[in-house]
């Protein structure tokens, strides 16, 4: 795309390198303090709470991003070996520009669903990150479980599915939030989806027409 490659120009210097990396250290750290500091959650001075904003503490437009995934050590520790991986995956096919810009749009989607809702959450966010790598990369096998090769096509199905279901059955924030994640995957995939939906649709009128004088 030429605007993107205008973009990456003018403002490519500015891409932070391994930036998966490098929140998912800060999400780590917000976690572990949490752990063994007793007090004041941390997790509750980071939030995207409106109300708070509007007193003031506007660093929550971005400290949000640092809320850990989870509160299970164990889970945390996949969910960002996770965004670990996913991130050097994209950042390998797209360039640090590109992903520091996916991530970025995704962020003012956050921010603007909150502006809406009166909070915003990072969880869909992060798991846009998730279907982005299986537009890229479908046929990937993952193990689930440590043990079950699964593609990654098929899990992106669950995480749809799953979305959906958040989507309806959640409270107003979640659905904001899906729907920004969901845009955002969108804003940078739906042409290549367009293209596939119509070869596919072209492919199938042409077995049909085949069939029907040829048969």
Known sequence: MKWLSQMERKFGRYAIPHLMYTLSGIMLAVYLIDLFFSG??????????????????IWRFLTFLFLPPSSSPLW????????C?????LE????????NLFYLSGILGSV??????????NRYLNLSLFLA?????????LLL????????KYLAVIDLLYNASSFFYGDWASRAAILMSLLNVLLFFGADLFHWVKRKADYWMMRRNFRKYHW
């Open 40 to 57: 004041t959650p941390m997790q509750s001075l980071l939030a995207l709470d409106m109300d708070l904003v509007a007193r003031g503490q």
């Open 76 to 83: 945390v520790l996949l969910n960002l070996y996770f965004y």
């Open 85 to 89: 991986l996913l991130g050097n995956a």
């Open 92 to 99: 390998k096919e797209w360039g640090t520009f590109r992903l």
């Open 112 to 121: 603007l669903a909150a502006l809406v809702t009166g909070y915003g959450v």
């Open 133 to 141: 790598f299986a537009a890229l990369y479908p046929n990937f096998e």
């Open 145 to 152: 479980f440590f043990a079950v090769p699964v593609k990654v």
